[in-house]
């Protein structure tokens, strides 16, 4: 059993910033890629930002220069530095870690952190 536990979000004014970090337990060896994705209302999830076990790290182009993914391999979590924070990035926020075994891929989800920008 995988669960993957995100905290870290709230309300916060536009300009401001916000820390989410992700902790991953269960019977895993290793994750591979970690990642964040966000949803607002009426629409659907979208990609925030990925990062691989290796530290390589992709955006998508809204958040770049605002956002930081990072990860702890040692304690499977992964964090998610937001500063310039605006209404657009109102959200829930969820966790995604991905594990590749040499059967299959798996994708696991958090249940989700909301993150609140008022103007």
């Known amino acids: 059993q995988v669960q993957l536990v995100e905290s870290g979000g709230g309300l916060v004014q536009a300009g401001g910033s916000l820390r989410l970090s992700c902790v991953v337990s269960?019977?895993?060896?290793?994750?591979?890629?970690m990642g964040w994705y966000r949803q607002a209302p009426g629409k659907q999830r979208e990609l925030v930002a990925t990062i691989t076990r290796g530290g390589s790290t992709n955006y998508a182009d809204s958040v770049k220069g605002r956002f930081t993914i990072s990860r702890d391999n040692a304690k499977n979590t992964v964090y998610l530095q937001m500063t310039s924070l605006t209404p657009e990035d109102t959200a829930g926020y969820y966790c995604?870690?991905?594990?590749?075994?040499?059967?299959?891929?798996?994708?696991?989800w958090g249940q989700g952190t909301q993150v609140t920008v008022s103007s």
């Open positions: 269960g019977s895993i060896s290793s994750i591979d890629a």
């Open positions: 995604n870690a991905h594990i590749v075994t040499p059967f299959r891929a798996y994708d696991y």
